[in-house]
């Protein structure tokens, strides 16, 4: 089996690997690489288990923590010196327990604060901050799993596993891995296809638009923020009930599956009621939008993305011209299905800021 073979589902799960932050990727591994041929894991290897600090023998090496990170680098910047210092201390400190929602204010907080200090084009400077960044996440993983989270249950039933799970598994993951982390959007056809996804989320995903996350006793239903500089998979969002006390007008951004009670009919009552108070990004967006977006999903699927991935012809003639000739094929499929219907589309939103954020988002 060669590696562009794999299901998009498979491609999820390699991609959502990281050892200090969940504990069935030797199962995932077992599952998928034997069937590959040496090139293809050689290929999974050097594109994402690599990143993920798993060795060429498939051992996990542990990364630096943010003290020994500290003791090896010198950091010049002072700004960045002294919230890794702040940061070291936070998570050097051994509490019985913590409010979750506290929690969740602070980390962020000094995460955005190290974002936003300005280190100019000194890659040494904008190295250093990654690489705190990123020893302080793998640092809060295991603080998290060694601290009593303290958590409002909500209507949602939130209990500590629940919020520890997320905290790792979506919010410092997607925090290290960046543009590399996968979340399925919920109109994706392949998405909807999954054997293993449950029927309660296919028949959302008909009515709503969200991302699903999996972990290995949960399904994450997350709305999409409806900003550009949100952050949708933030962990004060996730945290957040929006309604105060009246059950009737509480509005969600999250719906957390619980995947052993999914037998049980009063829970799937419990399930349905969340759902129906996830708020989604195409909620107000009117049909012409939804609908080309659809469209366009469903013809980059179906026609555009197998035409790129067509093998070339091996008929003697130069390679160059085939990729030439692939292209303007691209090219001229993506102009006729997508691109020459956007002036309209563009036109219809406009006027409508909830067109306007559901567009953007799509296209970008």
């Known amino acids: 089996m060669y590696v562009y073979e794999l299901s998009e589902y498979q491609v999820y799960q390699l991609k959502s690997i990281d050892p200090a932050l969940g504990g069935n990727w030797k199962t995932i591994l077992i599952s998928i690489l034997p069937q590959l041929d040496i ?3 050689k290929s999974v290897y050097e594109k994402i288990l690599s990143k993920r600090n798993i060795s060429p023998n498939f051992t996990y090496i542990i990364p630096d923590d943010l003290r020994s990170l500290l003791s090896k680098t010198a950091i010049r910047h002072r700004e960045l010196k002294a919230i890794a210092i702040q940061m070291l201390k936070f998570i050097e400190s051994k509490p019985d327990s913590y409010d979750a929602i506290e929690l969740a204010d602070k980390v962020e907080a000094m995460i955005d604060y190290l974002n936003r200090i300005d280190i100019g084009d000194h890659i040494l400077d904008q190295k250093s901050r990654e690489s705190i960044k990123k020893a302080f996440l793998y ?13 409002q249950p909500g209507i949602r039933h939130l209990n500590t596993d629940i919020v520890k799970t997320y905290f790792k598994e979506v919010f410092i993951k997607q925090k290290i891995q960046g543009r590399d982390f996968r979340a399925w959007d919920s109109t994706d056809i392949d998405f909807q ?14 009515r709503k638009k969200f991302f699903v996350i999996e972990s290995e006793r949960y399904w994450f239903l997350i709305g999409i923020a409806d900003k550009s500089r949100q952050n949708p998979y933030s962990i004060k969002r996730f945290l957040h009930e929006d309604g105060g006390s ?3 007008f509480v509005y969600l951004t999250h719906v957390v599956i619980r995947k052993e009670l999914m037998d049980e009919e009063r829970y799937i009552r419990h399930v349905k009621y969340c759902t129906s108070r996830l ?56 102009t006729i299905s997508i691109l020459n219907k956007l002036p309209n589309i563009i036109n219809n939103a406009v006027t409508d800021s909830d067109d306007r954020y559901y567009l953007f988002y799509y296209l970008t």
């Open 139 to 151: 640092d809060l993983a295991f603080w998290i799993d060694n601290v009593n989270l303290i958590v």
């Open 246 to 248: 009246n059950d009737l």
């Open 193 to 206: 296809e999954q054997d293993k996804l449950p029927d309660i989320i296919k028949r959302e995903a008909k």
């Open 279 to 334: 708020y989604t990004l195409d909620a107000g967006v009117s049909d012409t939008i939804i609908k080309f977006i659809a469209e366009a999903q469903h013809l980059c699927k179906t026609q555009i993305i197998p035409l790129l991935k067509k093998e070339l012809k091996k008929d003697g003639e130069e390679t160059e011209y085939h990729i030439s000739k692939r292209m303007n094929d691209y090219e001229h499929q993506i």
């Open 39 to 41: 090139p293809s894991r």
